[in-house]
């Protein structure tokens, strides 16, 4: 038998087993841990049973979430085709019990030596949570989850069953997981830290308290104490039912597994406010009256390849490697991109316009920090866009890109991308837009855009430019132009030089060169990038 390693905050959930838990926390913290733990205990406390994996979108549940989960069950001993499978039917030879409700289509199903199946449940994919039943839910990554959807098509799926699982304190429950939204549209779990009875969460610890003191004396348990365990093992799965746990984490409840070096590393190479929430933990107050003060949640989508996830079978391997052929987005015509340029940071924005229907989507966007330079970024660049036709560029850039080159080589930024870029086996075509555009101009320019009165409306595609969001987001305004003061202070230990804005500063160049010089291409509509 196998000894496990469980930090505090697993403990601290798996213990309490409440019906419903909320729990936000930061990298690296174990959630997959809890996952696994959670939909383990679901499947042998009720065999047979329906349960539900929702994902704001497939690449995001087949590339991230599922396998997390699925991993520590492997390391555990639960074996992929022995005792749990994935997108087919389990073959008879298992002998495995039939679920209560055996679905139509076993493609977005994983099934469970104990009868028990679990839908993927993708809310980019039309009517997932349609005519299903569910006992329990498992949600990952709920900062993604479109509430309004979950609260109209998987929740009232939340239903199933009630005649042969009534005596689970946990049918019908649900496990929430994040790290803290920084949007008001991902915030959606948070309210639960207002649901929860704290009372009667203490009373649950009190009793665990009293059972682990009962469990010490061993093999000297009284008739007695044998009567009080039963008795509260009784009660604890009463206070169970009707109990909601919330509770918030830093990355430092796993310090000993993660390291200080960990730490030290992600408060070097994130941005300072996506250290403070995907790290620490911590709320964020987001600007009402920012640089960018008319973009809404309309302006962020989702857009993936089903065809290119479908075709690799749920190989898990092959789908960490993620690149350009699962999204679905992308058009067959020249990428736009444009940089800003930073002694320790630098951006790149990819956009396509579409000026038939008046849209910018911002599909992607990368950023290299310290030692790696723009050669760097334009590696990035085309090993995510290798597969990518026409392997043509238009390049947007201003007079920041001429002159300077932050000793990469003699050459100024615009030769240095270009050079790369033709080296690598791109076609550029390099458009210079002038000087860079005033705060005023370009912030009239791109919420007029936002709010629909402009060319072009930005759209933001999430799961692709999560930095990025976080920049636009949370840019300020001071004395009448964007705030870029924190750009300008010295880099401290508490206070990292990370360019807070230049990732805001490399959409703006991408948008007013589509705007402003737009360039004829050839546009032929598909999601395909073969």
């Not at 959630?31 to 065999?47: E, S």
């Not at 087949?62 to 992929?80: A, D, F, I, Q, V």
């Not at 890109?401 to 990469?408: E, H, I, K, R």
């Not at 759209?459 to 990025?468: H, K």
């Amino acid at each position: 038998m196998r000894e496990e390693y469980f930090n505090d905050m697993q403990l601290e959930v798996m213990a309490i087993g409440a019906k419903d838990t909320i729990v936000v926390g930061g990298r690296g913290i174990g959630k997959g841990v809890v996952h696994a733990a959670y939909t383990l205990r679901n499947i042998q406390a009720m065999p047979g049973s329906t349960g539900a994996f929702p994902a704001a979108n497939t690449k995001r549940a087949l590339s991230n979430t599922l396998p997390s989960m699925l991993e520590h069950l492997e390391r555990w001993g639960y074996k992929r085709d022995v005792h749990w499978c994935i997108g087919h039917r389990p073959p008879k030879s298992l002998h495995w019990p039939s679920p209560l409700i055996p679905p139509e289509n076993w493609e977005n199903v994983i099934s469970f030596y104990t009868g028990a199946i679990g839908f993927i449940v993708s809310q980019d994919r039309a009517g997932t949570s349609n005519s299903k039943s569910f006992d329990w839910l498992d949600i990952d990554e709920a900062k993604y989850i479109d509430f309004d959807q979950l609260k109209d098509e998987t929740f009232p799926a939340n239903r199933g069953q009630q005649k042969e699982f009534d005596h689970c304190p946990w049918h019908h429950g649900m496990l929430i997981a994040s790290d803290m939204p920084v949007t008001k549209k991902g915030s959606w779990f948070l309210n639960y830290a207002d649901k929860m009875d704290t009372e009667l969460i203490d009373l649950i610890q009190g009793l665990l308290c009293r059972q682990w003191e009962i469990r010490q004396k061993g093999a000297s348990l009284s008739s007695y104490h044998l009567k009080e365990l039963a008795d509260i093992e009784a009660t604890l799965s009463s206070l169970r039912r009707r109990a909601i746990f919330y509770k918030e984490y830093s990355s430092l409840v796993n310090l000993q597994v993660l390291g200080i070096e960990f730490i030290k590393k992600m408060k070097r190479d994130l941005p300072p406010l996506t250290f403070q929430t995907s790290i620490l933990c911590r709320r964020i107050g987001l600007l009402k009256d920012g640089f960018y003060s008319s973009m809404r949640p309309r302006h962020i989508y989702s857009s993936t390849d089903f065809h290119y996830l479908d075709s690799l079978g749920y190989d898990f391997e092959q789908l960490k490697l993620q690149d350009c052929r699962m999204d679905g987005d992308l058009q067959h015509q020249p990428l736009c991109i444009a940089f800003d340029f930073n002694a320790n940071i630098n951006w790149l924005v990819v956009g396509q316009p579409d000026h038939d229907l008046g849209r910018l989507n911002v599909v992607k966007s990368f950023w290299v920090k310290y030692e790696r330079k723009l050669e760097a970024l334009c590696e990035d660049f085309d090993t995510y866009y290798h597969h990518f036709r026409p392997r043509e560029v238009i390049f947007y850039y201003d007079n920041t890109a001429l002159g300077s080159n932050y000793a990469v080589n003699k050459e100024d930024f615009q030769w240095v991308i270009v050079h790369k870029l033709q080296q690598l086996g791109w076609t550029v075509r390099p458009v210079y837009i002038g000087r860079t555009m005033g705060h005023l101009e370009k912030h009239l320019l791109i919420n007029r855009g936002f709010s629909g009165r402009g060319t072009l409306m930005p759209f933001f595609n999430r799961e692709n430019n999560e930095d990025l969001l976080v920049s636009v987001q949370t840019a300020g305004v001071y004395n009448g132009k964007k705030d870029k003061r924190g750009e300008k202070l010295a880099e401290t230990e508490e206070d990292r030089l990370e360019g807070r804005t230049d990732g805001s500063d490399a959409f703006d160049t991408l948008y007013i060169g589509c705007v402003k010089f737009p360039q004829t291409s050839y546009v032929l509509r598909t999601t395909s990038n073969s």
